[in-house]
């Protein structure tokens, strides 16, 4: 649906389906291009079919029709390990016969690699994920952070172009995915790869990538860069995917130009900015970021302000989530900032709460 | 234990009356045999007729004879002897008398007369009697046998040394996989007569002559090592001619109706028989049983099931026809005037001297 | 284990830590007699769990290998039947026959002998044990014995008339060496060597040499039984390894069938399949592959023990196979691939290291238990395809020469210990995994 194409189609995806049983498709008609140093997340719930499309451009999996291009020649048919694809996967699959240097040098050598120019790169790629003195162990031995790192050099190791990583970051303690997310970062930015990430985690993609492809039920629901996806989300899936979201549901009562008036079931109209809708009495969702929320006397401002009761206050330290009743929905969430005002506010006080038309998107009813 | 035994044979030698009466309390002998049809045709012609007598008598049969020996030996060293009566070769009763874990029989104190009046010790075949210990109960004898289909009409093998001509009669020939047989077949085939085979054996010279004809047959044989598998590679025509023994081939030609003969010329003859382990729980019980197991028309009967001939010379004229098929047995019988041509008669004593060293030339033979 | 002790220590330490000066429980009792004490209890309870097997083993397993290596030097046969005659034969010189002396000794522990209970008497056994080294000794014994009553002196003649074998020195000789408690014999004979004249050991004649060529025929069918299971079993364990548990499971049954199937419906099968009138040579004929005249021998030779004991053991290299198979997840073959190995070099570089557990596993117990086998070799392996454990299971059930018996059994446990060390130094026991 959204046939995104940017970048200048290093990687490209042309109506790619793929389907095991031959009755359901679990990618369908996908359509994607990548640039060549591009950081790409493909992001999704488990099922959507990003690690399918990881799959098949590794060529582990074969597309059932559609064409995969990676710098403009057709790979549908060449085999795994004549692709020159780096690729880390989720359990790191570090070879647990071999130790470090064994492992990082075995791409050399399947490619007839000198001695002498194995070692040093192997050193180099070491010493680039910071692990020159570990060469000699086995696998089993390192940290899980450890062996990430490892299996990022050996993925690396034979300079690919292009680099696939499977929710590499997976088993990992917060902390440590989280350092590891700057790391990647920026080996990337170094060596000027091209990467191909599926994670199922918002922050790391939003985190790590020039771009994200947001993946449910087969298809890329929505393709942008992290600040777009999260500012414009232009479906109600990507929406309530990505970060916290107020989720309003309505009937279009009129549309204006980029405007559109929505009524909710409660009777309150709210003019939103008309994204994803066709025009006048169909169903629409609307998508309101809870730190975009007006609270106070400034809401009078707003050309969409509600009268609102505070049913629950959450302490967060930097800010404090307050569940209100906004248009009849016990849910609507509002984060206020740890200061003077917010710290004022109480169980059952009454409050105006308010929002401009362009931070409420009118989407799909979904 | 010598007192006991003195006891059994005055009481058996006077009468077998007072004897049986004097028994009656629950007993249960544990007889060992062989198996199959031949144990078969002990029941039927022993166990079932002294049963019947005897009702406070329970015979349990053991099918241990192949390791009979063993048996006896870890019965008799873990001092718990639960055989009460084993059926087993003369060789290897050799053996256990030597060790001294099977009783010293007297046969005239223990066994009954023939009905004419003759001792037992004159009764029984002679040679039969070799050893202290051993109670023989039947002559079998190992025969060759040939598929007559395998050969022209007019040209069928008909001696021993046929056998070992492989030009005239080509095909496979089927040969027990130890030396005994094999070895006085040999010298006989090559001309020695059978009463010269044993000091033929006896010397170097005599073992090399037989393994010399042996080998000139070697890649002919297959080997067989129980006596089912000689009838049986016989039947699946895996063979033209195979050894084996005659109660076995007699089984396979009248009763399961397969194509062969018997060639009777230079039969290896041998005894079968009891043994009383030392020991037993059972011994006076055991005792009775063996008068009446051993007599004249017992061993007769046997023959009635099975064509092992009596080990008596009184039961010859007793053996009647098969009880199943009907047919005559006398003429089935290794015994038999016409079969009886040319016997070898096993010598069990030479076999017991000189069996270990033969045995390993002979498996050294099969490994070249 | 180490975490329940960790447990225990923060029970004994927590009401303690009021007391600075004695640490105690909190009713009174020392904290460090109240920890001696909680291990001690763990201690029993570890003997006890482990006591069961321990005996178990000790009495169906160590006892009687212990006891068949006794029997393999024991040889009181000789000392117990004739300690007068072993009194003169010391000092005979061992060249010609002994004299007047000896042979009156002879008669003398003959004689004492047939005063004794008839299960007690020394010189049937003795017949017998003399037999082993040289033949006939036991008629010469035992046609003596049943005579010797009647002896007059001088005692010479009277024996040597008894029997020729009285008048050899070789019978002597084997008297006089065999004449102590412990003997080296069985183990001469076991490796097809004897004694000479001069008491030097010296092979035998060629035309009697049969249990070296056994073991070695036995290293040989094992390590090819080895080898065909492995051959026979990578590929299988390798595809049930890849099947979805569901179908892996059924394909197990199959492999496992042998083990439910009975040794004798098992041993007809094989018979009525490859014997030269069976179903593959029937088959073979019809199709014009060979003629009538030129069918296989495929039973009653080596390729019978092959054949049927490739087929009992597969499991048992399968299993092992199977197990470690299941554990190496798909990824490592990807990532190989994924870097650039072709997918032959993936499985060799990569697949198959990761497997050498379950091969050394499945290889050790193959191995092991097809160098002690021998029901499916005696009833399949016709002459060619006999083993060891036939040769010890005879002299154990019909020659009864439980000696000889005992010391092949032992030569035979010892090359096993030996080749397990050697695959332990070699391959390293930690890397079996028997599934």
Redo the contacts between chains.
């Keep these: 649906m959204v046939a995104a194409s940017q970048g200048d189609g290093f990687v490209a995806f042309d109506r790619v389906q793929k389907s095991y049983d031959g009755e359901t498709l679990v990618v369908k008609d996908l359509n994607l291009s990548i640039g060549k140093g591009e950081f790409m997340t493909m992001l999704g719930p488990s099922g959507s079919g990003k690690t399918t499309c990881l799959m098949m451009l590794a060529g582990f999996e074969t597309a059932t029709s559609g064409e995969i291009t990676l710098d403009q020649r057709p790979i549908n048919s060449v085999p795994p390990h004549k692709r020159g694809i780096g690729m880390v996967f989720q359990n790191y699959a570090l070879f647990p016969h071999m130790t470090v240097g064994e492992n990082l040098s075995f791409p050399l050598e399947v490619r007839g690699m000198g001695k002498s120019e194995r070692e040093k790169k192997v050193k180099r790629a070491l010493d680039m994920v910071q692990m020159g003195a570990f060469a000699g162990r086995r696998p089993a031995q390192l940290s899980g952070g450890q062996q990430q790192r490892i299996a990022l050099a050996r993925a690396l190791v034979f300079e690919p172009q292009l680099v696939l990583m499977d929710e590499p970051l997976g088993a990992l303690d917060k902390n440590l995915r989280e350092r590891m997310q700057y790391e990647i970062k920026h080996i990337h930015q170094n060596l000027g790869v091209t990467v191909v990430y599926v994670t199922h985690d918002q922050t790391e993609a939003l985190t790590m990538s020039d771009n994200v492809a947001v993946f449910d039920d087969g298809r890329i629901q929505q393709l942008a860069p992290p600040d777009v996806l999260y500012e414009k989300p232009e479906n109600a899936f990507v929406a309530a995917f990505i970060g916290e979201n107020n989720t309003l549901k309505g009937k279009v009562q009129s549309v204006n130009g980029k405007e559109c008036k929505v009524k909710l079931p409660d009777g309150s109209v709210i003019t939103a900015l008309k994204v994803n809708v066709e025009g006048d009495g169909v169903q629409s969702t609307l998508s309101l970021r809870p730190e975009r929320v007006v609270l106070g006397d400034r809401a009078a401002e707003m050309p969409n302000k509600f009268e609102a009761e505070v049913l629950e206050l959450i302490y967060l330290g930097d800010h404090i989530r307050v569940r209100m009743n906004v248009c009849g929905d016990d849910e609507f969430i509002v984060k206020v900032p740890n200061n003077t005002g917010g710290r004022a506010m109480a169980v059952g006080q009454k409050a105006p709460v308010g929002w401009s038309v362009e931070d409420c998107r009118a989407l799909d009813p979904s | 234990?010598?007192s006991t035994l003195k006891l059994i044979g005055a009481s058996t030698a006077a009468s077998v009356i007072a004897m049986s009466a004097a028994a009656d309390d629950p007993v249960s002998l544990t007889i060992v045999s062989w198996g199959g049809a031949y144990t078969e045709s002990q029941v039927r012609a022993y166990h079932e007729p002294w049963m019947e007598m005897n009702p406070h008598v329970t015979i349990i049969n053991d099918d241990g004879s192949?390791?009979a020996?063993?048996g006896l030996?870890a019965q008799s060293q873990a001092g718990n002897v639960t055989w009460d009566l084993v059926d087993m070769l003369p060789s290897?009763a050799q053996?256990a008398?030597?060790?001294?874990?099977i009783m010293?029989i007297d046969v005239d104190e223990m066994l009954a007369p023939a009905p004419d009046g003759t001792p037992a010790s004159e009764d029984f075949l002679p040679g039969s009697l070799d050893g202290d210990c051993f109670i023989p109960q039947i002559v079998y004898s190992t025969v060759l046998t040939i598929r007559p289909g395998a050969f022209p009409e007019d040209n069928q093998p008909s001696t021993i040394a046929d056998l070992f001509d492989t030009e005239n009669f080509p095909g496979r020939r089927a040969l027990q996989?130890r030396p005994g047989t094999n070895l006085e077949w040999a010298l006989y085939a090559d001309g020695v007569a059978p009463e010269d085979i044993y000091d033929v054996l006896?010397t170097p010279e005599g073992v090399d002559r037989a393994?010399a004809k042996l080998d000139t047959i070697k890649d002919d044989i297959?080997?067989w090592?129980e006596g089912a598998q000689a009838p049986q590679l016989l039947a699946?025509?895996?063979v033209v001619m195979a050894t084996g023994y005659n109660g076995r081939m007699f089984d396979a030609i009248e009763v399961e109706g397969m194509d062969a003969e018997i060639v009777w010329d230079g039969q290896v003859v041998e005894w079968d028989g009891w043994v009383v382990p030392?020991?037993g729980q059972n011994i006076d019980a055991v005792m009775e049983y063996l008068y009446f197991a051993t007599d004249t028309q017992r061993l007769a009967d046997q023959a009635q099931f099975i064509s092992y001939g009596p080990a008596r010379a009184s039961s010859a004229a007793l053996v009647g026809e098969h009880a199943d098929l009907g047919i005559d047995m006398a003429p089935h019988m290794p015994t038999a005037p016409e079969n009886y041509f040319a016997p070898i008669i096993l010598d069990n004593?030479f076999w017991?001297?000189?069996?270990?060293?033969l045995?390993?030339?002979f498996?050294?033979?099969?490994?070249q | 284990m180490a975490q329940a002790d960790a447990s225990m220590m923060d029970a004994g330490q927590g009401p303690a830590r009021a007391e600075t000066e004695k640490l105690v429980t909190s009713d009174g009792t020392p904290l460090k007699r109240a920890l001696e004490r909680a291990e001690r209890q763990r201690k029993i309870a570890a003997v006890g769990l482990v006591a069961p097997l321990l005996i178990f083993l000790l009495t169906v397993f160590i006892w009687p290998i212990a006891q068949m290596m006794w029997l393999s030097v024991k040889n009181d046969q000789i000392v117990d039947a004739l300690p007068r005659t072993l009194q003169e034969l010391q000092t005979w010189d061992g060249q010609d026959l002994p004299g007047e002396n000896v042979y009156a000794a002879l008669h003398a522990d003959m004689m004492e002998d047939l005063e004794r209970d008839r299960r007690d008497r020394k010189t049937g056994p003795m017949g017998i044990r003399l037999n082993y080294e040289l033949s006939a000794a036991r008629s010469a014994v035992s046609r003596t014995s049943r005579n010797v009553d009647e002896f007059e002196a001088p005692y010479k003649d009277a024996f040597m008339d008894a029997h020729r074998l009285w008048g050899d020195p070789a019978l002597w000789r084997v008297i006089k060496r065999e004449g102590r408690p412990l003997t080296a014999s069985y183990y001469v004979a076991a490796l097809d060597r004897e004694y000479a004249e001069d008491g030097s050991i010296v092979q035998r004649d060629e035309n009697r040499r049969i249990y070296v060529p056994l073991f070695g025929r036995t290293l040989y069918l094992s390590v090819v039984i080895t080898a065909m299971t492995f051959l026979l079993g990578f590929p299988i364990a390798y595809y049930m390894s890849i099947l979805p548990m569901r179908q892996a499971n059924l394909l197990m049954i199959c492999v496992l069938l042998p083990f439910w199937t009975s040794l004798l419906v098992r041993t007809s099968a094989w018979i009525v399949l490859l014997q030269q009138q069976g179903v593959i040579n029937s088959g073979l004929v019809a199709a014009g592959i060979i003629d009538d005249g030129s069918r296989l021998s495929m039973i009653y030779n080596q390729t019978g023990t092959i054949v049927a004991m490739t087929h009992i053991l597969l499991p048992f290299m399968v299993l092992p196979l199977y197990s470690v198979m299941r554990t190496i997840p798909p990824s490592y073959m990807r990532a190989a691939k994924s870097l650039g190995a072709t997918p032959s070099t993936a499985f060799r570089r990569v697949y198959f290291p990761q497997t050498l557990p379950g091969i050394g596993a499945g290889g050790v117990l193959v191995f092991i238990i097809s160098i002690g086998y021998y029901i499916t070799p005696a009833l399949v392996g016709g002459q060619s395809g006999r083993m060891i454990s036939n040769e010890i299971a005879r002299h154990i059930q019909q020659s009864l020469n439980w000696g000889l018996a005992a010391a092949l059994g032992t030569m035979l446990l010892v090359g096993v210990l030996i080749l397990y060390w050697l695959f332990n130094r070699f391959v390293g026991s930690d890397s079996l995994k028997f599934g």
């Design positions: 234990m010598k192949a390791n020996l063993a030996r290897d053996l008398c030597d060790e001294g874990i010293e996989d006896a393994f297959v080997f090592t699946d025509g895996e030392a020991d004593d017991v001297d000189f069996g270990d060293e045995r390993e030339r498996a050294n033979w099969m490994l």
